[in-house]
């Protein structure tokens, strides 16, 4: 029998029978994934960092310290950031465990070690979840999170609350693209990424992937989540107005004939920041799984390449160290 979304809106572009889809359509074709997985397996990718992994971590991680009360984030590695906003404390697609897998012996191993762990945060309001995948919803850290914070807030896409009950959370409230939601004077915005969802070879597309834009009274913030560049997604970010904040992904990009469709490179994040006004810009989705082809330190490299190829100088969209925090503040009038 032919599964049938129960979400489906014929009046909405991104709703299916049996599913969603992105509003712009994939240049991937029947056999891509076959021929990346033989071409990566014949030239040994992905290599090493230039000077091992020991020397990376060195190089791109501190433990993460939590202090203060300011406005502030902390990159925690790929999609994780913190967000301390209003005495409110965010996490965004919290991932700490050791392998983005369903299994604790296989799958994508983390190669620089989580800088903080669930039990050392003393508050936590809400966590953002852009999707389904392994790297960005992990099972162990939300129970963890469940154990330790019980009264936590989960924001979902549209079709992933079930999920969540399934385990028994039910402090779970799932939106739709352009849905919003308030909590404590902040409020949450859906918005559309080009990507995609799947946890299993019977569920592909079934549940809904975003980003969400986060506002206060005085900030509003990007989180990009997992998504590949298209014409119309500065226009998504600034739907509820200018930014003062983004979190833009950088990594997972090579080979680019493949990972285009659903994940930008280091010269897209560059032209998108651009179109948003170079807001301050975290970039994240690196540094922690080896998912696609290049090495972990090709973004932060490819990164500053770029922006010096524009004439740009790049403090605003600066790489952090996984752990390490920044203010956030007001940069629009």
């Not at 076959?34 to 040994?44: D, I, S």
Request: some cysteine; aromatic content about 12%; proline content about 7%.
């Amino acid at each position: 029998m032919r599964w049938k979304n129960p979400w489906f809106d014929p009046l909405k572009s991104h709703h299916q029978i049996d599913g969603f889809r992105n509003l712009e359509s994939s240049l991937r074709k029947p056999g891509d994934v076959e021929r990346w997985r033989k071409e990566r397996k014949a030239q040994g990718l992905p290599h090493p960092p230039s000077n091992g992994y020991a020397a990376f971590t060195e190089r791109w991680w501190q433990k993460a310290e939590l202090q203060g009360e300011d406005d502030r984030l902390w990159w925690l590695g790929h999609a994780t950031v913190l967000l301390r906003i209003n005495g409110l404390y965010l996490l965004t697609d919290p991932v700490l465990s050791q392998r983005a897998s369903p299994l604790s012996f296989a799958g994508p191993e983390r190669k620089t070690p989580s800088p903080i762990h669930i039990n050392e945060l003393h508050q936590l309001d809400a966590v953002l979840i852009s999707h389904n995948h392994y790297d960005h919803l992990d099972r162990s850290t939300i129970r963890q999170i469940v154990r330790r914070f019980p009264n936590t807030q989960f924001f979902v896409p549209l079709g992933l609350k079930q999920w969540f009950t399934r385990r028994g959370i039910r402090d779970v409230t799932e939106l739709d693209w352009w849905q919003s939601i308030t909590l404590q004077g902040m409020t949450f915005t859906a918005v559309p990424a080009q990507h995609w969802s799947m946890r299993s070879f019977w569920d592909r597309n079934r549940s809904l992937w975003c980003g969400w834009i986060i506002e206060s009274s005085h900030l509003r913030i990007w989180f990009s989540g997992d998504t590949g560049y298209t014409a119309g997604l500065a226009d998504i970010a600034l739907f509820r107005g200018p930014l003062d904040a983004a979190l833009i992904p950088i990594g997972a990009y090579s080979p680019r004939w493949f990972m285009s469709s659903h994940h930008m490179d280091p010269q897209q994040a560059v032209t998108l920041w651009q179109q948003l006004g170079r807001p301050f810009t975290v970039p994240i989705h690196w540094g922690v799984f080896e998912l696609a082809d290049e090495s972990l330190d090709m973004p932060p490299q490819e990164l500053l390449t770029a922006l010096n190829d524009e004439g740009e100088d790049g403090r605003l969209f600066s790489p952090l160290c996984i752990g390490q925090s920044s203010h956030l503040f007001k940069i629009k009038t």
